[in-house]
């Protein structure tokens, strides 16, 4: 069964297009990645399918249902998580939890076999005000009342920003498990090793999808000569190798850059004597496997300047 299914669909504010003619389907059962940087139009995207915005042209149907003929109907097969905490913060834990159980007609005992390994982790503060959590526990929280209606679908907008990196591992190994009940899950992060954890993946940037396919199979058609570079001045470094005409493209990745070469009979040897003309000290240059940000800013190449840091 298709959960999510995006024809051409197009959203545009004022003069910017936030989402260009994006198309993708989703199936039962799958984690979905939607992997891009701030304003790639993940946000704008995600409030469609749930029905929170109407497209400008384009179709999208979340279990066969259209998010705009249909939308009160979706709203009772989809659970959100919106990038910023949004619930109550007034009320407790438990009180949170109740309230958006009784909106839509259930009880917290009817649907708890779904949020137990979540909740569990949080119960004991079952009565701490929601805005005296921590991060963590806030993601855990608002989580629990996205599935406690017994969502078909769970749409998780930047769900690990700002968490601690305990916390993230352990947010991913409960959506591991709420896969295993046959829930599709799209979620969208700015985090390029959480592509790897998703079945398959949408790179987006601009509003436009580069590429879908699983993390695997992206890496694989990276077909470029892969290099790290490293000296004593990496800013200077970045230029200097940008200034190369065998160089293709060149990205700080950490404290290093990341170099795709032009020209396959051009030598590390050759750009180490070109950077040590430039007066660069201690230059260390290896070929390296790609990953999936290589594979982004390769497909994405439309990146202008102030982008190019790695995120």
């Known amino acids: 069964m298709k959960a999510v299914s995006v024809q051409n669909i197009n959203k545009s504010y004022a003069?910017?297009?936030?989402?260009?003619?994006?198309?993708?389907e989703v199936a039962s059962g799958e984690i979905f990645g939607i992997i891009g940087p701030d304003g790639a139009g993940k946000t704008t995207l995600f409030r469609i399918l749930t029905t929170l915005l109407k497209p400008d042209s384009g179709s999208a149907s979340v279990v066969d249902l259209d998010v705009?003929?249909?939308?009160?109907?979706?709203?009772?097969?989809?659970?959100?998580?919106?990038?910023?905490?949004?619930?109550?913060?007034?009320?407790?834990?438990?009180?949170?939890?109740?309230?958006?159980?009784?909106v839509f007609n259930?009880?917290?005992?009817e649907n708890y076999h779904l949020i137990k390994d979540i909740y569990e982790q949080i119960e004991p503060f079952k009565d701490r005000?929601?805005?005296?959590?921590?991060?963590?526990?806030?993601?855990?929280?608002?989580?629990?009342?996205?599935l406690i209606h017994k969502p078909s679908v769970l749409f998780l907008d930047e769900p690990t920003t700002g968490v601690d990196p305990v916390s993230r591992k352990?947010?991913?190994?409960?959506?591991?498990?709420?896969?295993?009940?046959?829930?599709?899950?799209?979620?969208?992060?700015?985090y390029m090793d959480e592509a790897t954890l998703c079945d398959r993946i949408a790179l987006i940037t601009e509003g436009k999808i580069l590429k879908i396919d699983t993390p695997k199979n992206i890496i694989k058609q990276f077909d470029k000569i892969l290099w790290a570079v490293q000296s004593t001045n990496m800013h200077t470094l970045l230029n200097d190798v940008r200034l190369n005409e065998n160089i293709l493209s060149c990205f700080a990745f950490g404290e290093n850059l990341h170099v795709t070469i032009a020209n396959e009979n051009y030598s590390m040897q050759e750009l180490t004597n070109f950077l040590a003309e430039k007066g660069h000290k201690a230059i260390h240059i290896e070929p390296i496997e790609a990953n999936i940000e290589?594979?982004?800013?390769?497909?994405?190449?439309?990146?202008?300047?102030?982008?190019?840091?790695?995120y």
Not at 73 to 93: A, C, W
Not at 170 to 190: C, D, H, N, Y
């Open 129 to 146: 005000r929601s805005g005296a959590l921590s991060g963590g526990m806030k993601q855990k929280l608002a989580l629990s009342c996205a």
């Open 15 to 24: 003069k910017h297009k936030a989402l260009d003619s994006i198309s993708f």
């Open 170 to 190: 352990e947010f991913w190994e409960m959506l591991k498990r709420l896969q295993k009940q046959g829930i599709a899950i799209l979620v969208s992060t700015p």
């Open 106 to 109: 259930t009880t917290i005992e």
């Open 68 to 102: 705009v003929k249909d939308f009160k109907e979706i709203r009772n097969h989809v659970g959100y998580m919106p990038g910023r905490f949004s619930l109550y913060q007034d009320l407790t834990v438990e009180e949170n939890l109740n309230f958006f159980a009784t």
């Open 294 to 310: 290589d594979c982004f800013m390769d497909l994405g190449n439309v990146l202008k300047p102030r982008q190019y840091e790695s």
